[in-house]
């Protein structure tokens, strides 16, 4: 099994900035990517940024360019350094990694992110 676990959220005002960190622990291989996922009230989940095994990224157009995915192998973490934050970023965010023989998803437990104007 995998474990992820998220830190770092809050409530922050717009045009600051937060960071996202999500620890894997567990049975970790085929490891294919890890990711940030958000979701709003009364709206699906929809991801965030990405990154995968050979360091590319995805990142979602409404984040590009305030937004960086990155990963730190020893720690099996990776965080989301999210910047200029506004108020529709507002959500809960959830840690994905994709992996394992089947490619199956895992997901952390979220934190909620609070964006006020």
């Known amino acids: 099994q995998v474990q992820l676990v998220e830190s770092g959220g809050g409530l922050v005002q717009a045009g600051g900035s937060l960071r996202l960190s999500c620890v894997a622990s567990g049975s970790i291989f085929n490891l294919r990517a890890m990711g940030w996922y958000r979701q709003a009230p009364g709206k699906e989940r929809e991801l965030v940024a990405r990154?995968?095994?050979?360091?590319?990224?995805n990142y979602a157009d409404s984040v590009k360019g305030r937004f960086t995915i990155s990963r730190d192998n020893a720690k099996n973490t990776v965080y989301l350094q999210m910047n200029s934050l506004k108020v529709e970023d507002t959500a809960v965010y959830y840690c994905n990694l994709n992996g394992g023989r089947s490619a199956a998803d895992y997901w952390g437990r979220g934190t909620q992110i609070t964006v006020s104007s």
């Open positions: 990154i995968w095994s050979g360091g590319s990224t």
